[in-house]
């Protein structure tokens, strides 16, 4: 069965501060991998999506890694802001079946001041 | 403005009575998808189109219906709902579903309580 797995299942840090997020997956054959932020009663919004053969996607301050050996990846936030309390979201899509994606349970990040 | 769009946003209903929640884009996409999501778990698909006249059984279809008879529109349609049908529900489309990369663009919820 695929499945997708997030931790921390939350996090809080102070303003400023770096936190790196992970994701573990068992979705084969993998076709691509992506990072969303979803604020809280509002519907996702895409950060980075990887296919296979890429190991690292930038979007500003949001860094994602993917190790398709290990089937992990994770995502980096530097200079953590206020506005980037939400909850971080790992989908994996299959190869098979692209239509049918498998969500992780999210990480929900609180940034203090 | 591209974007997807979800009616109603908020509906509280009782049991058994049908009832349809509508979801259109406007971005051309071949793909539309919908998910529910409940406290403490994440989105889990409940049925995907991948084209016009094609749809197929997601992860929790059970309850649920779907049709796509035109590319805009993909309605969910819970023919006679249960509390357990209680949820945040989510309608998102993409450029296609194929192999490769399909970002999602998610519309804004539609929460829904069944009493």
């Known amino acids: 069965k695929n499945q997708v797995e997030q931790s921390p299942q939350s996090l809080i840090i102070l303003e400023g501060k770096n936190c790196t997020l992970q994701?573990?997956?068992?979705?084969?054959?993998?076709?691509?991998l992506r990072w969303y932020k979803q604020d809280t009663g509002r519907g996702p919004v895409s950060l980075t999506i990887m296919t296979f053969s890429e190991n690292t996607k930038s979007n500003g301050r949001y860094t994602a890694t993917l190790d398709a050996d290990t089937k992990q990846s994770s995502l980096h936030i530097t200079a953590s802001q206020l506005s980037d309390s939400a909850s971080y979201i790992c989908?994996?899509?299959?190869?098979?079946?692209?239509?049918?994606?498998?969500f992780g349970d999210g990480t929900t990040l609180t940034v203090k001041p | 403005e591209a974007q997807v769009t979800q009616n109603p946003r908020y509906l509280i209903t009782v049991t058994g009575k049908k009832l349809t929640v509508t979801c259109s884009q406007n971005?051309?996409?071949?793909?539309m998808s919908w998910y529910r999501q409940d406290p403490g778990l994440g989105l889990r698909q409940i049925y995907y189109?991948?084209?016009?006249?094609?749809?197929d059984k997601g992860d929790v279809p059970e309850g649920y219906k779907v049709s796509r008879k035109e590319k805009r529109n993909f309605p969910l349609i819970l023919e006679s709902p249960s509390p357990n049908q209680t949820s945040l529900y989510f309608c998102?489309?993409?450029?296609?579903?194929?192999?490769?990369?399909?970002?999602?663009?998610f519309g804004a919820g539609s929460r829904l309580t069944v009493l």
């Open positions: 994701c573990n997956y068992t979705v084969s054959p993998f076709s691509n």
């Open positions: 189109s991948m084209n016009v006249e094609a749809t």
């Open positions: 971005m051309n996409h071949e793909y």
């Open positions: 998102a489309s993409s450029l296609w579903g194929g192999d490769g990369a399909n970002v999602l663009t």
């Open positions: 989908v994996v899509s299959a190869g098979t079946n692209a239509g049918k994606s498998t």
